[in-house]
């Protein structure tokens, strides 16, 4: 598992929360560090959630609210320096944004993975503080990053009590220790999709779904 663009976030966490999140209520930063097989994630969420996890779930994601790609190649045209470049990438948001207004797929309740890593350990709580960062998904449709909205300040993965000293044994020999990090939630509808490029390769369109996060889990992925 990749970590890229890490943006830390250092936690204090002062006590231990339900496993069962009620939505609606503030996302709360500490939660326990649940060991999952991958295959089980699903039996985790709320019913009726959609995984976007798979890069033909995503893609379905995508095609429910815009239909299909964007033709990326004339709106790059000469790269970020074409005097007409914003404009076109501008007009693209705009006129995508006008054609998804109503569609089913705003309201879907979703669940996307960011990339985790054990940064600290604070004994009175028992829990690990957490530097998270996103995933980077390609797809037929370009590259896919999520954006969470309302993520708690800090986030405290709080493992049970044998899982904590295999883990504190592994942080104080200097080891990685990585994790995931399941957001749940609904897309921001005036936001819901951002398309832009890629900094990082030459003309790769860019995909920000921006979600309002409403439930976070700490998973190790088996």
């Known amino acids: 598992m990749t970590v890229r663009?890490?943006?830390?976030?250092?936690?204090?966490g002062?006590?231990?929360?339900?496993p069962s999140?009620?939505?609606?209520?503030?996302v709360t930063g500490v939660r326990p560090l649940l060991v999952v097989e991958?295959?089980?994630?699903?039996?985790?969420?709320p019913s009726g959630t959609h995984l976007?996890?798979?890069?033909?779930?995503?893609?379905?994601?995508?095609h429910a609210l815009d239909g299909m790609p964007p033709d990326w190649a004339p709106v790059y045209g000469q790269g970020h320096h074409d005097p007409g470049h914003d404009d076109r990438l501008f007009a693209l948001n705009r006129e995508r944004d006008a054609k998804r207004v109503g569609k089913p797929a705003l309201q879907w309740l979703?669940?996307?993975l960011w990339s985790g890593v054990l940064s600290g350990y604070d004994p009175k709580t028992g829990g690990f503080s957490v530097a998270l960062g996103p995933k980077f998904n390609p797809t037929g449709w370009g590259v896919v990053r999520f954006k969470p909205e309302n993520l708690p300040s800090n986030l405290t993965a709080i493992p049970n009590p044998s899982l904590r000293e295999t883990l504190r044994?592994?942080?104080?020999?200097?080891?990685?220790i990585e994790i995931d990090i399941a957001m749940t939630g609904r897309l921001i509808p005036e936001e819901?999709?951002?398309y832009d490029f890629s900094h990082e390769e030459e003309g790769r369109g860019l995909i920000m779904p921006v979600v309002r996060i409403e439930r976070v889990d700490c998973l190790l992925l088996r």
């Open 38 to 45: 991958r295959d089980k994630l699903p039996s985790l969420l």
């Open 192 to 194: 819901s999709l951002v």
């Open 110 to 112: 979703v669940t996307f």
């Open 169 to 176: 044994r592994k942080f104080e020999k200097g080891q990685r």
């Open 52 to 62: 976007l996890v798979e890069t033909a779930a995503i893609e379905q994601f995508l």
């Open 14 to 18: 002062l006590a231990t929360a339900d």
């Open 21 to 26: 999140l009620l939505f609606g209520q503030e």
């Open 5 to 12: 663009g890490l943006a830390v976030l250092a936690i204090i």
